[in-house]
């Protein structure tokens, strides 16, 4: 635990320092703290849980309409959207897991993606509540504070502040009761329920915090993009990038999938820049390398080695 904190303390001092050095590349830390976000948010349930959802697109969408219609339509503060959308967002994925939680493995993966598709369509199509296919437009943001929330130094440590809570809610979830339970019923549903565990139940607890917190970092994108589309906010390939980066980074563990967004996200940005049109492919054969040699993800291969060489050494000693 004490590793985990100093970690945790350690990614808030190199993120408070980022802007001071790096003052003219903020647009892109504020998407790799975003995807830490959005990652560890999906590893409570894909990780920890074991239950992968490639719908997570929903839950940003969610949070990022939310906050435009409140502020375009109703006059809401951002704030008060956020917290809006986190409290649908946590009632969808109650209603959404109690649906289909009896299917196991790959069903389940399914019904994510059709249900995310369902909203896509409903934005689509619902123009009276969402704009439609056109979109909205954020024109105006109110300032608390004298903070424009429009500039990106203010959506910077807004991000920030966003990757710290949710990694912060993770560790804390990692020592309790309900994360030992999220692993029992993560590694055998029946023998969760003989220790007297509730699968369904913890899922579905898996499942509403996990959609609280994307939603809540997709309240700050829709600031960040200011118009918004649902073809962009709903779209599969934001799921599929939101799984990939924390089974990257490594499932189930605390800093695998801030260290999948810093890997995938970041090297996506550099290769963008370097190789241009060849960067999907680089970018293809860097993903299969790190599948091939590290199959438990970044940080779940080191840790799985440093336990390896620990064990070794007692075995020697």
Not at 15 to 30: M, N
Not at 124 to 152: K, S
Not at 210 to 238: C, W
Request: aromatic fraction near 12%; proline fraction near 3%; hydrophobic fraction near 60%.
């Amino acid at each position: 635990m004490r590793t985990h904190l100093l970690g945790l303390a350690a990614f808030v001092a190199a993120g408070v320092a980022y802007p001071f050095l790096f003052p003219s590349v903020l647009t892109i830390a504020i998407t790799i703290l975003l995807f830490v976000g959005w990652a560890t948010a999906w590893d409570v349930l894909g990780g920890w849980a074991g239950q992968v959802s490639l719908g997570h697109a929903a839950f940003v969408g969610l949070g990022a309409y939310f906050v435009a219609i409140g502020v375009t339509e109703y006059q809401l503060a951002p704030w008060w959207s956020a917290l809006l959308g986190m409290a649908v967002a946590a009632a969808l994925a109650f209603a959404w897991g109690w649906l289909t939680f009896g299917l196991r493995g790959p069903y389940f993966t399914l019904s994510t993606i059709a249900f995310a598709e369902i909203l896509r369509l409903v934005a689509i199509n619902e123009g009276w509540l969402t704009g439609g296919a056109t979109g909205v437009f954020i024109a105006t943001l109110p300032e608390p504070f004298g903070l424009d929330l429009f500039a990106r130094q203010t959506q910077y440590w807004l991000a920030l502040a966003f990757a710290v809570l949710v990694i912060g809610i993770v560790l804390a979830l990692s020592r309790a009761r309900f994360g030992y339970a999220l692993r029992a019923v993560r590694e055998d549903e029946d023998a969760a329920m003989a220790a007297g565990i509730d699968p369904k139940r913890t899922k579905l607890k898996a499942f509403m915090l996990s959609g609280a917190l994307t939603a809540l970092g997709g309240g700050l994108y829709g600031m960040v993009l200011s118009f918004l589309e649902p073809h962009v906010l709903f779209y599969l390939l934001l799921s599929v990038q939101i799984a990939l980066t924390a089974i990257i980074g490594g499932r189930g563990t605390i800093w695998g999938p801030a260290a999948g967004a810093l890997v995938l996200i970041g090297a996506g940005e550099v290769f963008r820049t370097t190789f241009a049109e060849a960067n999907l492919l680089i970018y293809g054969v860097l993903i299969l390398v790190i599948v091939l040699f590290a199959p438990r993800g970044l940080v779940g291969e080191a840790t799985r080695r440093a336990i390896r060489r620990r064990y070794a050494k007692r075995a020697q000693s």
